[in-house]
């Protein structure tokens, strides 16, 4: 079907929730940075399947145990991002702008451990 089909895409975006799944962000992060590009190219912006890899991607840099500072702050400008076009494109209402909101308070949070003395 192509890098580029729409089933390509939705398979790549089930296989990051996988290893998100199974706490390999390390493996996920690569996989995101490459198709994520494709998914806006392809689906459009406001499309849910890219949203959802933008949340995935954000979500795998701030719950990286490696995650440095510089990661954390990322994430949480991606997931800033990305819940202004779901609250946009949704609603406040919808299911997945209250899960990336959440997502948002954990990634601050963390941002705020590291700043505490």
């Known amino acids: ?10 398979a790549a975006n089930n296989y990051a ?9 390390a493996e996920a992060k690569p996989l995101l940075r490459r198709k994520l590009p494709m998914a806006r190219r392809v689906l459009g912006e406001t499309n849910e399947t890219t949203l959802r890899m933008r949340w995935y991607y954000a979500m795998a840099l701030y719950e990286d145990d490696g995650a440095t500072l510089d990661n ?8 800033e991002d990305v819940g202004r076009t ?3 494109v949704f609603g406040g209402m919808h ?7 959440y997502c948002l308070q954990q990634a601050r949070s963390k941002i ?4 505490a003395p």
């Open 86 to 88: 779901a609250r946009r």
């Open 72 to 79: 954390l702050r990322e994430a949480v400008t991606r997931l």
């Open 112 to 115: 705020e451990a590291c700043d």
């Open 17 to 25: 929730l996988a290893l998100f799944t199974l706490q390999r962000y």
């Open 1 to 10: 079907m192509g890098e580029e089909d729409c089933s390509t895409l939705s």
């Open 95 to 101: 299911p997945l702008t209250g899960q990336i909101e």
